[in-house]
Every structure is written in structure tokens, then in C-alpha cells.
Nanobody
């Protein structure tokens, strides 16, 4: 069973920055894809960014140029550096990983709030 521990959420002013972290363990500690989704109040969960073990990255159009995803394979940790945050970025951010067996797991979520 995979365990995901997220951290780094909080309240920031518009234009500010935050860095989210998600440490994964379990499932032989080998993960293919690691990424982030978010869900704002009253909205559906949406894709934010993902990174493959090869370091290939994909971003939602809404965050391109402002967010950077990275990972430390030795620590099984994925990061999301968020810059120039906007009020519309406010949401609960969820870590998502896929292990080598194709099983997907979700973190418990971390709140990001952005004041205008």
C-alpha cells in the first residue's frame, strides 16, 4: 500500500510563491508518474502537472510558466514550485502517483489559499 505525505500549503498573497512537497512510500517505492491535481470549492478536480521518472513533464495550460514540477527519485518525493500565484489558484492540492504496477494513489490534500 502506498502512503503519501503532503506538505507546504498555506495562505499567500497574490503574486507570491509556495512550494508543495509529497513524499511517497510503499509499493516497493518505485513510482512511474508523480503529479498534482487541485480542486477548488464547488469545482471538479483538475490536472495541474505531472512528471515521469524520466523527468518528462506536463503542465495544465493555466499554470504553464508559473509552476514547476520536479522530483527526487532517491527520496520518492515530488515538488510543485508555485510562483506568481493568482486567486484562481486557490484550491486543495492533491498529490497523485502511479507505481510500477499501474496502481494510482492519492494524497490527503493540502490547502492553498491566495488573497487578492
Amino acid at each position: 500500500q502506498v502512503q503519501l505525505v503532503e506538505s507546504g500549503g498555506g495562505l499567500v498573497q497574490a503574486g507570491g510563491s509556495l512550494r508543495l512537497s509529497c513524499a511517497a512510500s510503499g509499493s516497493d517505492s518505485r513510482f512511474n508518474t508523480m503529479g498534482w491535481y487541485r480542486q477548488a470549492a464547488g469545482k471538479q478536480r483538475e490536472f495541474v502537472a505531472r512528471i515521469r521518472r524520466s523527468a518528462y513533464t506536463t503542465y495544465a495550460d493555466s499554470v504553464k510558466g508559473r509552476f514547476t514540477i520536479s522530483r527526487d527519485n532517491a527520496k520518492n518525493t515530488v515538488y510543485l514550485q508555485m510562483s506568481n500565484l493568482k486567486p484562481e489558484d486557490a484550491a486543495v492540492y492533491y498529490c497523485n502517483v502511479e507505481d510500477i504496477y499501474g496502481v494510482t494513489s492519492w494524497g490527503q490534500g493540502t490547502q492553498v489559499s491566495v488573497s487578492s
